[in-house]
């Protein structure tokens, strides 16, 4: 369970590993992605890329149903370059941070970011078994640990079937415009929205708290309360070396 929301959790992180080239983050200028949900959550997510991944619009409503609780998200999400803004679409609540670690990878002369993605998702307990087509796209499919499954093209997820806790949501891809452009206005910042600095973002981090999140919520299900592990990765450089130590082995 625990590499299962580790996987989760470093989707953000195997797709900038992904996107971390340093002149083109995809392989084409403009993209435009409608997803729909079903399962426990349902709803939509549309995705704008343009300037071959330099500039992303992503805007979800979704809702979800889990252990009896209902939850509503409405939100967008705005990234030019290494800058990240987020806010709420219904209270208008906002904040904007920094991609560190994105910079950091593309100032390291020895990042590899095929080969960091393809080492980050065995480490995840994802193998590739195949290829399949999503909306006449040719997808490597890669499955995981609990059943959950990841159908990629181009770095992009065409499909992804999660499986958490009991709950399952799916979300397929069923527009997609490649190199057509990207309607006028969809990068623009909300000027009703006040952005609160919320400093930095380190999917790492990210990483670590989804799986302390896992770890509760697994003592709540089994009625052990036992402490917490320490998270195994505490960094970059912890990250990288864990890669690297597999590639030895």
């Keep these: 369970?625990?590499?299962?929301?580790i996987a989760i959790c470093l989707l953000a992180v195997t797709t900038l590993s992904a996107q971390t080239k340093k002149e083109k983050l995809y392989p084409f200028k403009?993209?435009?992605?409608?997803?729909?949900?079903?399962?426990?959550?349902?709803?939509?997510?549309?995705?704008?890329?343009?300037?071959?991944?330099?500039?992303?619009?992503?805007?979800?409503?979704?809702?979800?149903?889990?252990f009896g609780q209902k939850s509503e998200t409405n939100k967008a999400e705005i990234t030019k370059d290494f800058d990240i803004?987020?806010?709420?679409?219904?209270?208008?609540?906002?904040?904007?941070?920094?991609?560190?670690?994105?910079?950091?990878?593309?100032?390291?002369?020895?990042?590899?970011?095929e080969e960091f993605?393809?080492?980050?998702m065995d480490m995840l307990g994802f193998k590739k078994t195949g290829t399949e087509t999503i909306?006449?796209?040719?997808?490597?499919?890669?499955?995981?640990m609990g059943g959950s499954t990841i159908w990629m093209w181009n770095s992009l997820a065409m499909k992804?079937?999660?499986?958490l806790l009991g709950t399952k949501t799916i979300w397929t891809a069923t527009t997609v415009k490649i190199n057509e452009g990207v309607p006028a206005g969809k990068f623009d910042l909300p000027s009703d929205v006040k952005f609160e600095d919320m400093g930095t973002t380190d999917p790492v981090d990210m990483m670590n708290r989804g799986m302390k999140k896992a770890q509760?919520?697994?003592?709540?299900?089994?009625?052990?309360?036992?402490?917490s592990e320490e998270p195994?990765?505490?960094?970059?450089?912890?990250?990288?070396?864990?890669?690297?130590?597999?590639k030895t082995e």
């Design 30 to 66: 403009t993209a435009v992605i409608e997803y729909t949900y079903e399962g426990n959550a349902t709803g939509t997510q549309s995705l704008y890329i343009d300037n071959y991944g330099w500039r992303q619009c992503k805007i979800e409503q979704t809702t979800s149903k889990a």
């Design 232 to 246: 195994p990765i505490k960094s970059l450089k912890d990250l990288k070396g864990f890669l690297k130590k597999i």
């Design 160 to 163: 992804s079937e999660v499986k």
């Design 85 to 113: 803004y987020s806010w709420d679409l219904k209270t208008k609540q906002g904040g904007k941070m920094r991609n560190t670690l994105a910079e950091d990878l593309m100032n390291d002369p020895d990042f590899d970011p």
């Design 216 to 227: 509760e919520e697994e003592g709540k299900q089994s009625g052990d309360t036992q402490k």
């Design 1 to 5: 369970m625990k590499k299962l929301v």
């Design 135 to 144: 909306n006449g796209k040719l997808c490597e499919v890669w499955k995981g």
């Design 117 to 120: 993605g393809q080492k980050t």
